[in-house]
């Protein structure tokens, strides 16, 4: 009763930021993001029914707490409570926890390894359900390339689900590149910050009310493979997520001097005419959405903003999937 699963970590585009029903993990707002090749996460489920406790390892580190107790509680949801307990292993090929949508990749690889390895055979459909109740943007890392997550509607767990609008072969030449400024975990954790944000902050309603709009010009973009429009919404609705954010109380501050200058950076590039528009998720690593042909350009400006240890791009990945399964 063993499987290992791959996962890539994905970016939103059309930011997801605050939850209608934090039970079931449901979003408050659609959202659309692009699954990311290279940035990927291994997972390993052992079931036995000798053990008689959970264990999870990340990254050779034996972690207990919190972080075992979510495992534990998402195993309880794909395999049910009367499961075998399990081993865990997990590598990620990319910083953990520091705003590059690790827990993205990590509960998707986690819930297509734990469904085989318990001999369950689901669809993209129901994967992508139960991966977003163990982290809300799993749900579109069961999937490649461009990806749409709906609302949900409060108490309904399975009304909100990832659909794929555009396969990774669709746009080839689309490329993310992406500063990374630090390598640690962030100091306030994703559900934290938005559970905060939606409490505290008066710009939450309004981010609320904005973002069905962006949904819908950033789908019209990605139809027509229209670049400059679907940056210009990429690029708007970051800024809003973190507005929203910045004026919580207390703030919720994940942007860095590196994140600012980084967004300068890019707008700059674009004024002398290279496509690139700036993102950026609850973390401080300024990113850039822009064409095959530009990401030497964008890469080698974003490496020279203060305080970006290095550069990755990455192409439209592929969605999770199922590397091993045996008795």
Known sequence: MRALAEARTNIALVKYWGKCDPQWNLP?????????????????????????ADSLIVNDVALHGAPLERASRHLDRVLGPTRPRARVTSWNSFPTASGLASSASAFAAL??????????????????????????????????????????????????????????????????????????????????????????????????????????????????????ALGTVAERSALRMHASALAADPAVVYLRGATVEGLHAIRALRAAGVPAWFTCDAGPHPKALTDARYVAQVAAALARVDGV???????????????????
């Open 28 to 52: 408050a707002v659609p959202s659309l993001s692009l699954t990311l090749d290279g940035l990927t996460t291994r997972t390993e489920v052992w079931l036995d029914r000798q053990w008689t």
């Open 111 to 228: 819930t297509v390894a734990a469904a085989a390895a318990g001999g369950l055979h689901l669809d993209a459909e129901r994967l992508s359900i139960l991966a977003r109740q163990g982290s809300g943007s799993a749900a579109r890392s069961i999937l490649g390339g461009i990806v749409v997550l709906g609302v949900g509607t409060p108490g309904q767990p399975d009304s909100a689900r990832a659909t794929q609008l555009c396969a990774p072969e669709d746009w080839p030449a689309l490329r993310l590149v992406l500063g990374i400024v630090s390598e640690e975990p962030k100091d306030t954790p994703s559900t934290d910050g938005m559970n905060h944000t939606a409490m505290t902050s008066p710009y939450y309603g309004p981010w609320l009310a904005a973002a069905p709009g962006d949904l819908r010009q950033a789908v019209e973009a990605v139809k027509k493979r229209d670049l400059e």
């Open 309 to 327: 240890r290095r550069t990755l791009s990455a192409a439209p990945g592929a969605g999770a999937r199922l590397l091993e399964e045996a008795p």
